[in-house]
């Protein structure tokens, strides 16, 4: 009797560290997996990596988001920009201009040599010349006196619509007082010529 007590004492010890030991294997493997964030690895790519998610820079997708705002806005500038030739175009229509069909070559010179104002360049033309209709010298709107004869519209708005831009319009900074003092002669009316660019500036 008494070997049996000590063999059931025995097999309910070994019982008891077998759940023991089950009881800890449970426990380590069914709790949550903790990471533990090294400071000098970075995490981000191995947590947010998907194998199939395609994954996009963020330079590229900027540099995308500026791209079309800049052609949006050279899309807003040229739209601009014809809408001026037009209303050029549109006076010289009106007024039966010889220079019908130059307002872009006109407006393009004035960008190209300083750019000042368009519209005190045309000014200055109708008021010199009525838009072209009855120039001082053959093919010379806006009365220029440079001793040169020019052998048509095209040479001739090429030439001088940059020289007047350079030394008169781009210097005075639109100005027509300023202008005036420069471009006018001894003999002429300054008063009425300011008042007779701005008329035609604004009909533009």
């Known amino acids: 009797m008494k070997i049996y007590n000590i063999k059931k004492g025995f097999y309910i010890i070994i019982g008891l560290l077998s759940l023991l030991v089950l009881t800890?294997?449970?426990?380590?493997?069914?709790?949550?997996?903790?990471i533990t964030f090294n400071p000098n690895v970075s995490h981000i790519s191995s947590l947010a990596y998907h194998p199939t998610q395609e994954f996009i820079a963020i330079d590229p997708v900027n540099d995308g988001i500026n791209r079309l705002k800049i052609e949006q806005k050279q899309k807003i500038a040229e739209k601009q920009r014809q809408e001026k030739i037009d209303r050029i175009e549109a006076l010289f229509s009106a007024r039966n201009s010889p220079m019908q069909g130059y307002g872009e070559l006109i407006f393009r010179r004035v960008e190209e040599c300083g750019g000042g104002d368009y519209k005190v360049l045309i000014g200055i033309a109708g008021n010199e010349s009525g838009l072209g209709r009855v120039p001082y010298k053959l093919y010379n709107p806006y009365g220029y006196l440079d001793g040169k004869q020019y052998s048509g519209w095209e040479e001739s708005l090429d030439f001088l619509s940059c020289v007047i831009t350079q030394r008169f319009i781009v210097p005075c900074e639109n100005d027509l007082t300023c202008i005036i003092n420069r471009y006018a002669g001894p003999s002429d009316d300054k008063s009425q010529w300011i008042r007779n660019v701005t008329y035609f500036i604004n009909q533009l």
């Not at 800890?24 to 903790?34: L, V």
């Open 24 to 34: 800890i294997i449970f426990y380590k493997y069914s709790e949550p997996q903790r």
